[in-house]
């Protein structure tokens, strides 16, 4: 099954690759700044985002994720009406699939500019480095194949956009990922990155004074192949405690779980319940984060930069 496994991605990178490039996380909702470089600086404290994904558990040569994300607000004031605060990110992606892996390096920039007390537009930017390639050392064959046993890196321009509309109790965002669209000069004559969209959304239902809803839903739209969409609805808990559940068309049912362990660390686990065909080698996900925010809490249980 592992060489398999290898094969297929092997075959799939070698040519024109018509599918999903980017890593797929379950816990977007949660963090943002990893999804949207529009969201760097966007609340009025330094925010420090980390998970660890690891998908298809039991299986020979599944994919290992994680990232480690710092979000801040720059220094700013504001002269007249809608002029902008600003923010900065650094993001840090790694992400290994059997042989094969690919690191993520950027630096983020974005505009928030506040039309009413309650609503705000943020558009914002990510460039960095990728890299991509190949360690022949964690695949094995029969018999020698120099094709397989050559080890290839690849170090890339990478950059992404992003944008953001919110008011009080809903938010929607567009990014657009792979901009520079950078080819695989060792991989084939036409395997590049290709340009990745992502549209989401949510909004918020107060149920009573300590329970709230917030339903999320993520359209992930790759240059070939089918719309992947990722439905969820979390119940939290005076900000303190949150559970719900998910789907994801292409494969899996999601369930959440979190808890703030104090005023600035939250910790959240999620788990998918594999529904598809490779149910029969691995039943399931599972990605844990951690959280460090700034922005403490007051008496009354509200943050005093909250999201909405």
Same mark, same amino acid.
């Given at each position: ?10 075959? $799939? !990178?070698? /040519?024109? $690759? ?29 925010? @420090? ?7 298809? @558990? ?28 600003? =923010?900065?990110?650094?993001? %840090?992606? *790694? ?10 390096? /950027? ?14 537009? +943020?558009?914002?930017? #990510?460039?960095?480095? !990728? ?21 290839? +890196? ?33 991989? /084939?004559?036409?395997?590049? %990155? ?10 918020? %239902?107060? $149920? &009573?004074?300590?329970?709230?809803? $917030? ?11 089918? @719309? ?15 559970? /719900?559940? =998910? ?13 703030? !362990?104090?005023?600035? %660390?939250?910790?959240?686990? +999620? *788990?998918?319940? !594999?529904?598809?065909?490779? #149910?029969?080698? *691995?039943?399931? +996900?599972?990605?844990? &984060? ?5 922005? @403490? ?12």
């Amino acid at each position: 099954m592992k060489k398999s496994l290898y094969f297929i991605f092997f075959m $799939l !990178v070698s /040519g024109s $690759l018509k599918s999903q490039q980017l890593t797929q996380y379950s816990q977007w909702s949660t963090n943002h700044f990893a999804l949207n470089p529009a969201h760097a600086g966007i609340k009025n404290c330094l925010e @420090v985002h980390s998970l660890v994904r690891m998908q298809w @558990v039991g299986f020979d040569g599944a994919p290992k994720s994680g990232f480690f994300n710092l979000s801040l607000p720059l220094p700013s004031k504001r002269t007249h009406f809608l002029s902008a605060r600003h =923010g900065f990110g650094i993001r %840090f992606e *790694a992400d290994q699939i059997g042989p094969y892996f690919t690191n993520r390096y /950027g630096i983020a920039y974005a505009a928030h500019f506040n039309f009413s007390q309650t609503t705000r537009l +943020s558009l914002g930017i #990510n460039v960095g480095m !990728v890299q991509f390639g190949y360690d022949a050392s964690k695949s094995t064959t029969i018999l020698p194949d120099p094709t397989i046993s050559k080890e290839l +890196s690849l170090t890339l321009p990478d950059a992404s956009f992003g944008a953001w509309w919110n008011g009080e109790n809903y938010y929607v965002g567009l990014v657009m990922n792979n901009l520079l669209r950078s080819r695989w000069e060792d991989f /084939g004559t036409d395997s590049r %990155f290709r340009i990745h969209t992502y549209l989401y959304g949510g909004t918020r %239902f107060k $149920l &009573s004074d300590k329970i709230t809803l $917030l339903p999320a839903a993520l359209l992930k739209i790759p240059p070939y192949g089918p @719309v992947a969409i990722d439905i969820q609805g979390m119940f939290d808990f005076q900000k303190r405690m949150n559970f /719900g559940v =998910g789907w994801r068309n292409t494969d899996a049912v999601i369930l959440f779980a979190g808890v703030k !362990v104090n005023p600035r %660390f939250t910790v959240n686990y +999620s *788990a998918d319940i !594999v529904m598809s065909a490779i #149910n029969n080698q *691995a039943r399931s +996900s599972h990605e844990i &984060s951690l959280i460090f925010s700034g922005c @403490v809490p007051e008496n009354t249980g509200t943050l005093k930069c909250p999201l909405f």
